[in-house]
Nanobody, 123 residues
């Protein structure tokens, strides 16, 4: 079992920046691929970014590429999402997720999830 806790969400103006963190505990963090997903009101949970267990492979949704950066620090059992140039459409609950094996974009393949952190972007 892996426990994941997100933090760093909040209310920001369009064009601003935010850094989300995901702290992991319970099992070997370094052997898990990690990802960020988000869910806006009335919409399906969607892929945002993913990172391999080694940190050498990253993947991004087209909607966030160039603005979001995913990273991880295995020594600290923590994953991050740096968000720049925020848009109102980025407003959503952001979830941290983990899975054994390779990183991928499919939401249904991730076994462990955090509780989510709210990101609200005002115009």
């Amino acid at each position: 079992q892996v426990q994941l806790v997100e933090s760093g969400g909040g209310l920001v103006q369009a064009g601003g920046s935010l850094r989300l963190s995901c702290a992991a505990s319970g099992r070997t963090f370094s052997s898990y691929a990690m990802g960020w997903f988000r869910q806006a009101p009335g919409k399906e949970r969607e892929f945002v970014a993913a990172i391999s267990w080694t940190g050498d492979r990253t993947y991004y949704a087209d909607s966030v590429k160039g603005r979001f950066t995913i990273s991880r620090d295995n020594a600290k059992n923590t994953m991050y999402l740096q968000i720049n140039s925020l848009k109102p459409d980025d407003t959503a609950v952001y979830y941290c997720a983990a899975k054994p094996g390779i990183a991928e974009t499919r939401v249904t393949r991730y076994a462990y999830w955090g509780q989510g952190t709210q990101v609200t972007v005002s115009s």
